[in-house]
């Protein structure tokens, strides 16, 4: 009898404008599918978000893709509180109130170093606040770690899909260096062979 492979358990309950798979957050409804594999904790992420951001936002704008972020619970062993998991936990709650983006700029913006604690969770609510989220109900959502399961599922699901390192960026499944141009090159190559 062989062993069967370990299926990442699906969480009790995904963010709003999740996935299909229920892995990421959707944003966008173009006809490419870019991944992004981020870690709120990760100094290479935020390097990555400041430099192709704006390109992706493009891109989304533009309605070329559709984008879709997976945050992940990868560097929890590299802060004091798993600040990873509970990170991507509060974009869940975001997610629920349309802010996703924003929230991550936010987070990313105030990234704490790592090797110590992360955000609080007053932070991370405030960190909302800050992306334009109004909802009084966002802090309970972040401070009950609604998503904390969510979390857990994108960072297995991603592990199973073999990302090993954040940011990893995927273009129609296929792997491209997470650099905006790069980015950009693939999108418009799968663009044109569909023509």
Request: aromatic fraction near 6%; include cysteine.
């Amino acid at each position: 009898m062989t062993a069967r492979p370990h299926r990442p358990t699906r969480p009790a309950r995904v963010p709003a404008a999740a996935s299909t798979a229920g892995d990421g957050i959707a944003v966008g409804a173009g006809p490419v599918i870019v991944d992004a594999y981020i870690d709120f904790l990760c100094p290479f992420c935020k390097a990555f978000e400041e430099a192709a951001g704006p390109v992706l936002v493009r891109l989304v704008a533009d309605g070329a893709v559709s984008l879709v972020y997976h945050p992940m619970g990868f560097l929890d062993e590299l802060s004091t509180d798993r600040y990873s998991s509970r990170a991507s936990a509060s974009s869940g709650c975001a997610s629920d109130r349309g802010r996703f983006v924003e929230y991550a700029h936010a987070l990313f913006a105030d990234q704490p170093p790592e090797g110590g604690p992360g955000l609080t969770d007053d932070e991370l609510v405030e960190a909302g606040r800050l992306a334009g989220i109004t909802d009084p109900g966002f802090g309970g959502c972040v401070r009950e770690g609604v998503y904390l399961d969510w979390a857990a599922h994108v960072t297995e699901t991603a592990i199973e899909r073999g990302v090993s390192a954040t940011p990893t960026v995927l273009v129609q499944n296929v792997p491209v260096p997470a650099n905006a141009q790069a980015i950009l090159t693939a999108v418009l190559a799968v663009a044109r062979s569909r023509r």
